[in-house]
Antibody
Framework: QVHLVESGGGVVQPGMSLRLSCEGS????????MNWVRQAPGKGLEWVSL????????YYADSVKGRFLISRDNAKRTLSLQLNSLRAEDSAVYYC????????????????WGQGALVTVSS | DIVMTQTPLTLSVTPGQPASISCKSS???????????LSWYRQKPGQAPQLLIY???NRFSGVPDRFSGSGSGTDFRLKISRVEAEDVGTYYC?????????FGGGTRVEIK
């Protein structure tokens, strides 16, 4: 059974940093592109970042580019997101999600999701 | 960026009745590999989203056959043939053909 478990959420002041982790089990972690998606309170889903299986490719939403850093450790089956220079508008539940890659190198869909980690940025 | 537009915002349905959600993209989601990169998700209250449909019309493992997806190019639809109480939640479409990946704004399904 596939499990993705996020950790590292919490309350931080504006301008501070936080590191989220996502541990995968029940599947071959190194075979899947991994993503972060966030959801502000009462709002919809916003894709944040993705990282390829070999870590060579990373993409970010414009809203977090230059402030957030995605990484993965396949040996430890762990995905991470370093959140720097946090702003109030970064407050959200952050989900990690795995995706299958098609032969064209595109993500087919987000097959499995973690339960989410809440990040609150407030002074 | 590809904009995904869902309608309606809210759907109130009697159990056993059908429901339909529309999703339109600002650009075609059809790729030269002949796949269309449109997927659907359901988010039950207080839970993480779950994949329902990928590549327009393929049900994900374990998804009941009352869920079906259709469409092509820029115009897509999710149908629930007979709504059940457990279908309450918010439904999202998402495109994965181009970064940034984008979601529709969501459609909330309520039970009458």
């Amino acid at each position: 059974q596939v499990h993705l478990v996020e950790s590292g959420g919490g309350v931080v002041q504006p301008g501070m940093s936080l590191r989220l982790s996502c541990e995968g089990s029940g599947f071959i972690f190194s075979d899947y592109t991994m993503n972060w998606v966030r959801q502000a309170p009462g709002k919809g889903l916003e894709w944040v970042s993705l990282i390829s299986v070999d870590s060579n490719t990373q993409y970010y939403a414009d809203s977090v580019k230059g402030r957030f850093l995605i990484s993965r450790d396949n040996a430890k089956r762990t995905l991470s997101l370093q959140l720097n220079s946090l702003r109030a508008e970064d407050s959200a539940v952050y989900y990690c999600a795995s995706s299958v890659i098609t032969r064209s190198g595109l993500e087919r869909s987000f097959d499995y999701w973690g339960q989410g980690a809440l990040v609150t940025v407030s002074s | 960026d590809i904009v995904m537009t869902q309608t309606p915002l809210t759907l109130s349905v009697t159990p056993g009745q059908p429901a339909s959600i529309s999703c339109k993209s600002s650009q075609s989601l059809f790729h030269s590999d002949e796949k269309t990169y449109l997927s659907w998700y359901r988010q039950k209250p207080g839970q993480a989203p779950q994949l329902l449909i990928y590549e327009v019309s393929n049900r994900f493992s374990g998804v009941p056959d009352r869920f079906s997806g259709s469409g092509s190019g820029t115009d897509f639809r999710l149908k629930i043939s007979r709504v059940e109480a457990e279908d309450v939640g918010t439904y999202y479409c998402m495109q994965t053909i181009q970064v940034p990946l984008t979601f529709g704004g969501g459609t909330r399904v309520e039970i009458k």
